[in-house]
C-alpha cells in the first residue's frame, strides 16, 4: 500500500436528475418532523395536566427525533439543492457520532404491569440519563473502531456517512467492527424483546378481566 493515497474526503452520491424535486421533499420531510415534533414538546411541556412520566419519555422521544433527523437531512437537502459533494473525513466523523447518539431512545425501557408503582420523576431522570451515557459510550465505541479503519482510492457514500458503507470502502479488516454493530442489533432486539413480553402479559391480563353480563 506505499503508493496507496489515502482518502481524507467522501464524496456523496446525490440525486443527479430531479435532484431540485428530492431536495425540495427531504425539505418538507424535515420542516414538517421539526414542527410536529416541536408541537409534541411545547404542548407536554405548558400543559400541567401532562406532567406525567408518560409525557415526560413522549417529550424526550420527540427531542431525539428531531435530533435523529437534523443530523442527515439538512445534508442531503444541501448536496441535491447546490450539488456540493464533498464531506471531510471530521465531518462524517462527527455525522456518524450524532447519528447513533440521537438513536438511544430504544435503550429506555419500563415495566408496564409496574409502571404506575416505580414510576416517578426521579425514576425517569434516572433513566433517560442511564440512556444517554449510554448512548454517548457506544457513539464512541463505534466512531473511533469505523475511523481506525484505513481508506484510499474510492471514496464515494450513498448521500451520509454510515458504517456498513464506510466499512465496504476500507481495505481493513472489518471483523471486529461487525461484531460491534451486531451487538447493538442485539441489544436493540432485546429491548423489543422484552417490551413485547411486557405487552403480551398485559393482554393476557385484559383477556382474564370478567366482562358485565357474566
Keep these: 500500500m506505499a503508493n496507496s493515497t489515502l482518502v481524507t474526503e467522501f464524496l456523496l452520491e446525490v440525486f443527479v436528475e430531479l435532484r431540485i424535486l428530492f431536495s425540495v421533499l ?15 414538546i411545547i404542548v407536554t411541556t405548558v400543559d400541567q395536566t401532562l406532567n406525567t412520566p408518560m409525557y ?8 431525539l427525533d428531531m435530533c435523529y433527523v437534523s443530523v442527515t437531512l439538512p445534508n442531503v437537502c444541501i448536496n441535491c439543492l447546490t450539488d456540493h459533494r464533498d464531506i471531510s473525513v471530521p465531518q462524517c466523523i462527527a455525522q456518524i457520532f450524532f447519528f447513533f447518539c440521537s438513536c438511544r431512545d430504544s435503550m ?12 416517578n420523576y426521579q425514576v425517569c431522570v434516572q433513566m433517560m440519563l442511564a440512556s444517554l451515557f449510554s448512548s454517548l459510550a457506544i457513539a464512541s465505541v463505534h ?26 470502502l476500507s481495505y481493513s479488516e472489518t471483523f471486529n467492527n461487525k461484531l460491534l454493530i451486531m451487538s447493538v442489533i442485539g441489544v436493540g432486539s432485546s429491548c423489543l424483546t422484552f417490551i413485547a413480553i411486557s405487552y403480551a402479559h398485559i393482554l393476557s391480563t385484559v383477556f382474564k378481566i370478567p366482562v358485565k353480563g357474566e
Design 26 to 40: 427531504f425539505l418538507l420531510a424535515y420542516l414538517g418532523s421539526l414542527l410536529g415534533n416541536l408541537i409534541i
Design 108 to 119: 429506555t425501557v419500563s415495566i408496564p404491569l409496574l409502571y404506575s408503582v416505580i414510576m
Design 56 to 63: 415526560f419519555f413522549l417529550r424526550n422521544l420527540s427531542i
Design 143 to 168: 466512531t473511533f473502531k469505523t475511523f481506525q479503519l484505513f481508506f484510499c482510492h474510492s471514496n464515494v457514500l450513498h448521500q451520509f456517512c454510515d458504517i456498513p458503507a464506510l466499512q465496504r
